[in-house]
Structure formats: structure tokens, C-alpha cells
């Protein structure tokens, strides 16, 4: 397989650690090391103190895979396959997928949700967004697109870069649509906890669908981007084995160390997710105070996770004024090209405690 750059990690290489202010950042902000251990219970730092540090086991820590499948109704353990988040899309995609088969895929999107599929060989449908209708997505063009060789439905909610999240009856048409077709899903719930009213949190797809195959971590939600600890789940035990396999030649097994550190983190996840979602919803007050002031740019305000996806109005380049805006203030948003969604929109993370401070500062820049 051959890939094409992925161009939003390789915006990020180039400003991630120089720029002085993320602005376009999708995760929390990260939890000290000794922060999360002082959350840790007897077990689980005398798992840590007396942590050997070779080889772990190739599923995931038992104890991980236990509080990973309390996350889920009707998920256990064996539904679980640890994976470095990213790493999960890969294994999904190359265990359901051949050249020249469809696949449909909510678009604009994480890169590798279509690319991987794109560098198997599959003809790939981009199931696009409507910003005029709040970011919705069209279920009659989904029907529409549906093929005799459609082998795959990828979708993300909530949905990055935009954070729509369909209502539970929509989602509940989606898995239907895919199990009257007999097509699997792979649904990317990486900003799963992150629903600014709990009452729009949708289930698990491999809650409710067979032949789904769900991914989440610890990376955005909970801030901890850095232990690399994902997770894949999925009733389908055939599929699963498959990924098990195909995983011995990618990772072969996860950090024994981020397994006690994600281990701790998940028994503590109400508290951590909490404190999280504090600072979202501070933050969201100040954009929506921002944004109420601002000619320049219009938003559709999200439904749920830690990023927005902001139009620049008039015919101005969101690529240029990105550039110029991290060259002249230090200040790093996310342009729209790197979506391959036009050169109109940019993204904005919202889930840092210094936000308040980086708006300010792109407040006196935009009126100076």
C-alpha cells in the first residue's frame, strides 16, 4: 500500500512544538504523570510500583480489558483488543477490506478513516456534511450510494473536525441501513464522553450492531493522548481474531507502562471526563461571546467534543491567514486544507484551561 501524505499530522509536525499557543488542538490538556497516580487504588499502584517492564500481553492488560468493556452494554472483555488509537484503524480496515470493494465515509474526516482504504484499492464514497443544515448528514444519500460490492460504512460521531453528533434516532437508522445491506462499520467514538448534555450521548456502534467494530482511547476525553492506549470492540469474533493476528505485525503488544497509567485512569474516568468537560463548557460560553462579535468568521456551534470548525467569511484563504496568524502571533489553528475540504473553514480546540488566554491574544490580532 501507498499513502498520500497526511497532510492534518503534517501541519502539526511543523507548528505543533514551535508555535506558543494551540489553538486548533483536539484533545484535553494532559494529565501530570504524578496527578494520575495519586488517583491510583491499592491494586493498581502496587501494580505500577512492581511493574516489570518487558513484554505485555498482545490483547491488553486483563485488568485494562475489564474496565475498558464497563464502558459498554453488552461488551465484555474478549469484545476488547487494546491498540494504539491510530493503529486501530488500520487493523479494522485491512481485516474488512479488499481492493475493489466500496466503502462509505463520513466526510470531512480523520485522514487514515478513508486513505487506508483508499491505498488497499476500494472506491471510496465521501458521505459529506451540510453546513447549511447545522453539519447534518443526508440519510437518503447514504441509501443512494449503497452498492452491491459496499463492504464498509465508516462513520464519526461526534464528528471531528465539526463535533455534529446525529440524534439517537438518525444513528439508529444508520446501524439499520448497514445491517439491511449486511456492510460493516467502523465508527470512530474517539470524542465518545465528551457530549456536552449526557442525554445525547449515542451507544456504542458495537453495542447495538453486530458486525460494527467501535474504537476509543484515552487520548481526548481523558488527557492522556501521550500513553498511546486505544481500544478496539466488536462482538464480530471472527473479525476480532483477525485483528488480533494482523496486529503482530504492527505494535505486537502495547507500553507496559501506559497500561497501569490508562488502567488507573479509567477506574478514575467520572472524576477526570468531569473536570474535562468543566473547562469545554467555560470555554464554549467565551466562543459563543467571540463569535457574537466577529464579522470576519460564522460557526455552527458544536454538539458535543472539544473542537469547532469555523467558517472565514468572504473570499479570504484559511491556509494563508492560518500561516500568518502562527507567524505573527505565535497563535496555531488548523486550516481546512488539510481535510481536503476547501480553503474556507479552520479548526479550533476548545478543551484547554488557557484558552481564555490565547482568545484574548487572537482578539487584539484580529483587531489590530
Known amino acids: 500500500m501507498r499513502f498520500k501524505p497526511f497532510e492534518l499530522e503534517r501541519y502539526f509536525a511543523k507548528y505543533e512544538f514551535s508555535a506558543k499557543y494551540l489553538l486548533s488542538s483536539s484533545d484535553c490538556d494532559g494529565l501530570l504523570q504524578s496527578d494520575v497516580l495519586d488517583l491510583a487504588d491499592a491494586q493498581s499502584r502496587e501494580l505500577w510500583d512492581n511493574l516489570t517492564l518487558g513484554y505485555t500481553e498482545s490483547g491488553g492488560h486483563p485488568l485494562l480489558k475489564d474496565e475498558i468493556a464497563k464502558m459498554y452494554q453488552g461488551i465484555t472483555p474478549d469484545d476488547v483488543l487494546t491498540v494504539v488509537p491510530e493503529e486501530g484503524i488500520y487493523l479494522a480496515l485491512n481485516c474488512i477490506l479488499k481492493s475493489g470493494d466500496h466503502v462509505i465515509c463520513t466526510f470531512p474526516g480523520y485522514q487514515s478513516l478513508y486513505e487506508i482504504a483508499e491505498g488497499i484499492g476500494c472506491e471510496v464514497t465521501k458521505w459529506e456534511l451540510n453546513e447549511a443544515r447545522g453539519w447534518a448528514l443526508d440519510l437518503d444519500f447514504l441509501k443512494s450510494q449503497i452498492k452491491s460490492n459496499t463492504k464498509l460504512l465508516v462513520v464519526n460521531f461526534p464528528h471531528n473536525p465539526t463535533g455534529y453528533t446525529p440524534t439517537l434516532l438518525e444513528f439508529q437508522e444508520i446501524m439499520d441501513i448497514a445491517r439491511e445491506h449486511n456492510i460493516y462499520v467502523l465508527s470512530d467514538e474517539m470524542y465518545r464522553y465528551m457530549e456536552f448534555d449526557a442525554a445525547d450521548r449515542l451507544p456504542s456502534a458495537s453495542e447495538v450492531y453486530e ?3 467501535s474504537l476509543f482511547g484515552v487520548s481526548k476525553a481523558l488527557g492522556l493522548a501521550g500513553l498511546r492506549v486505544g481500544w478496539v470492540t466488536t462482538k464480530n469474533k471472527e473479525l476480532l481474531s483477525r485483528m488480533v493476528t494482523y496486529k503482530d505485525f504492527t505494535t505486537i503488544c502495547g507500553s507496559a507502562p501506559s497500561e497501569i497509567l490508562a488502567l488507573i485512569a479509567l477506574r478514575n474516568s467520572e472524576l477526570i471526563v468531569s473536570r474535562n468537560l468543566d473547562t469545554i463548557k467555560t470555554n464554549l460560553g467565551l466562543l459563543d461571546t467571540f463569535f457574537e462579535g466577529q464579522d ?18 468572504g473570499n479570504r484563504s484559511s ?3 492560518c500561516e500568518t496568524l502562527v507567524a505573527e502571533t505565535g497563535i496555531m489553528l488548523l486550516p481546512s486544507t488539510v481535510y481536503g475540504f476547501g480553503d474556507n473553514h479552520f479548526r479550533l480546540g476548545f478543551g484547554r484551561k488557557n484558552m481564555p488566554e490565547v482568545l484574548d491574544k487572537f482578539s487584539e490580532y484580529l483587531k489590530a
Open 211 to 213: 458486525n460494527a467494530v
Open 296 to 313: 470576519l468568521f460564522s460557526w455552527i456551534k458544536p454538539r458535543a467534543g472539544s473542537i469547532a470548525f469555523p467558517r472565514i467569511n
Open 319 to 321: 491556509l494563508a491567514f
